[in-house]
């Protein structure tokens, strides 16, 4: 077209890498390049897009934002480069910037340093391969330091800091430290965690973010509450960094292509041992984390009466539901009160026989089984801990070695069809782009192939999650031998007892057998779940009932 009036936007971009390059990336020397260009062919500039400290993986950068406007609205039909890297080093976006975008509205893109021909694409793909390859480099290094245990973050945890010897070492902080063992004592005690605020708040004690930049000397002027809230101390209990372990790659990109974080699966968290000074003992972590995992809080009934220690743990082995507690008062004939505290399968209790069998069990005899079995497992963990953390082991391996074997199937043939579906996108942009295949068919199969990616990449979520229940851990029978075998005299159960040591109780239906009637409980532990091949059937031949309706 030789009679076409150019109306050049000039874009030109540099990134903090590029900076260390040296002076033939700069922006001045491009805008310098670009103007001259744009006099000697008398050309029209219209304006002048720059992006300083911008990477070429971010597509959101605001001057090169600016100008996909004005092409729109047609106040430029001209984009002048220096070489494609500037647009960006990612293959697609810049193929299909240059190659769709702008045609589409009637604007020409020249680049200076090469030809925008069939090798554009060639050259784009290695623009994007330098940007994947720079964030391999950069993962694997963080990679390497979390392996070693070295922290690697931006400012330390809350009591901590940063050792002045050596950066990735991590040191008590006189100041904090105290209170974080403060915060684990009052929640071992059974305080909730808007108490707990409540209490920091009240005495004046300096959130960790403001603390933070209290001790950098800064104001902290971000948008948040300045104060103590139930969300900062939920996250401080479970982090281990408070029993001297470092937990690290909690967290990444999806892909370089993209800055934005989100949580990985705890299957690929990289987690090393004493690390470092802990601020809390190993006891008083497993007995908050047994807190922590805990929903159910005992509630007040309206009368003011506490509810019973087992309410939310009790659970009809039937039908799954809640069981029920209540409690019978009645006045003998000498005048003394009598009363009687029992658990019925919720259902029944709502609907009668209509909903479930009343699987009725007295309080006292609960705590006596119970207190019996904890009493039982103690003493047989004290006199063989070896062999019965083995054969906890062994039982949870048998038990997920099929599943497992088949998740891991799944996940393998998910994993090679999406790693296939990312070449055929990416051949297939790169024979659109040299005409090989017409705009129908691609427009047909990129929708088609971008949907079996997202189903894939559900799927495949949804099966890494499944499988991290699936986990063998010796760990976990360890600590619950340690905590069990403490309670080898236990004479009385409380609240706090139970949250550490059980996670619920099954009652099934008792029988009468030979006149005796007898329950078959099942006492869930936390860490290593059913133990009843350890149990005998229990005998609950007192009298026992309860209301319905």
Request: hydrophobic share 35%.
């Amino acid at each position: 077209m030789a009679n076409k009036i150019h109306r050049v936007g000039i874009y030109a971009r540099l990134s903090k890498e590029d900076s260390r390059s040296g002076e033939s990336v700069s922006i001045e020397n491009q805008k310098l390049l670009l103007l001259k260009h744009v006099q000697e062919m008398g050309w029209e500039l219209v304006e002048i897009y720059q992006d300083d400290g911008f990477s070429g993986t971010n597509q959101n950068r605001p001057a090169l934002q600016r100008l996909l406007q004005d092409v729109k609205e047609g106040h430029i039909n001209t984009v002048l480069i220096k070489d494609l890297s500037r647009l960006g080093r990612n293959y697609l976006e810049v193929g299909n910037f240059a190659e769709v975008f702008l045609p589409e509205h009637g604007c020409e893109l020249i680049s200076l340093n090469e030809k925008l021909d069939e090798m554009a694409v060639f050259r784009n793909w290695f623009n994007e391969l330098h940007s994947r390859n720079t964030s391999k480099k950069v993962k694997d290094v963080k990679r390497m330091f979390a392996q070693d245990g070295k922290f690697g973050g931006a400012f330390a945890p809350y009591g901590y800091i940063k050792s002045p010897d050596d950066k990735h070492k991590l040191i008590p902080d006189e100041l904090t430290a105290p209170i974080v063992r403060k915060i684990f004592e009052l929640r071992a005690s059974g305080m909730g965690y808007n108490a707990i605020a409540r209490w920091l708040n009240a005495e004046g004690v300096t959130s960790p973010r403001d603390y933070y930049y209290q001790q950098r000397g800064e104001a902290n002027n971000r948008r948040e509450t300045h104060a103590w809230t139930n969300v900062t101390l939920k996250g401080l209990i479970i982090n281990e960094v408070y029993i001297g372990h470092m937990v690290s790659m909690k967290q990444g990109t999806k892909s370089y292509k993209t800055s934005k974080m989100v949580a990985k699966p705890k299957e690929e968290w990289i987690r090393v041992e004493n690390t470092h000074e802990p601020l809390i003992d190993l006891d008083l972590w497993e007995r908050v984390k047994a807190l922590a995992e805990k929903r159910h809080v005992s509630r007040p009934k309206k009368d003011g009466e506490r509810a019973s220690i087992f309410s939310g743990l009790m659970v009809c082995a039937d039908c799954g539901m809640k069981m029920r507690h209540a409690t019978q008062r009645k006045v003998r004939k000498n005048g003394n009160l009598y009363e009687h505290s029992n658990f019925a399968c919720g259902s029944y209790s709502r609907s009668g026989h209509i909903g479930c069998k009343p699987h009725i069990i007295g309080e006292k005899t609960v705590t006596q089984i119970v207190i019996s079995q904890i009493r039982e497992y103690a003493k047989l963990i004290s006199y063989d801990e070896s062999r019965i953390i083995g054969r906890i082991v062994a039982q949870h391996t048998s038990e997920s070695k099929a599943s497992k074997k088949t998740f891991d199937a799944e996940l393998r043939n998910y994993n090679k069809r999406l790693d296939m579906l990312e070449k055929l996108i990416e051949k297939l942009y790169e024979d659109r782009l040299t005409g090989a295949v017409p705009e129908t068919v691609f427009k047909n199969l990129i929708q088609k192939y971008e949907e079996e990616r997202i189903e894939k990449q559900q799927a495949v979520k949804a099966l890494e999650s499944r499988m991290s229940h699936f986990k063998e851990n010796s760990v976990s029978a360890t600590a619950w031998a340690k905590q069990i075998k403490k309670f080898a005299e236990l004479e009385e159960l409380d609240a706090e007892t139970l949250i550490l040591l059980i996670d619920k109780i099954l009652v099934y239906e008792a029988k009468i057998i030979d006149g005796v009637r007898m329950h078959e409980v099942q006492i869930i532990y936390n860490h290593v779940g059913d133990m009843n091949w350890l149990s005998p059937t229990y005998d609950t031949s007192e009298a026992e009932g309860v209301a319905h309706g």
